[in-house]
């Protein structure tokens, strides 16, 4: 089965157990809310414990992801283009509107 974003995640060399991996149970929570110097994305806000990913966008709606690893989380952080990294990995993730 080819899953879109295939392509990123193998140059990223992140794998599909690693994309679906929530074991953050021991880990110390943080929420914080980062801006972004994207076309695209205005802010992601993590939260480390519940492994969600909130994305707002510079249109003005925001979503957010569930079971989201924080290495997902980095890598965006990392990224040349954060909106087509964000393209090429959100099919992964269940999501749902805010606004």
């Known amino acids: 089965m080819?899953?879109?974003?295939d392509g990123i995640i193998g140059r990223l060399k992140i794998s599909r157990s690693l994309l679906a991996n929530n074991s953050n149970e021991h880990s110390p929570v943080l929420v914080k809310r980062i801006?972004?110097?994207?076309s695209a994305i205005e802010a992601v806000t993590y939260d480390d414990r519940m492994c969600t990913l909130v994305v707002k966008f510079r249109e003005g709606e925001s979503y957010r992801y569930f079971n989201v690893p924080e290495v997902v989380y980095?890598?965006?952080?990392?990224a040349d283009s954060v909106g087509a990294f964000w393209n090429g990995?959100?099919?992964?993730?269940?999501?749902?509107r805010l606004d």
């Not at 801006?35 to 994207?38: A, V």
């Open 35 to 38: 801006r972004l110097q994207s």
């Open 2 to 5: 080819k899953l879109r974003g």
């Open 89 to 96: 990995v959100k099919d992964y993730y269940r999501y749902e």
């Open 74 to 78: 980095q890598e965006l952080l990392k």
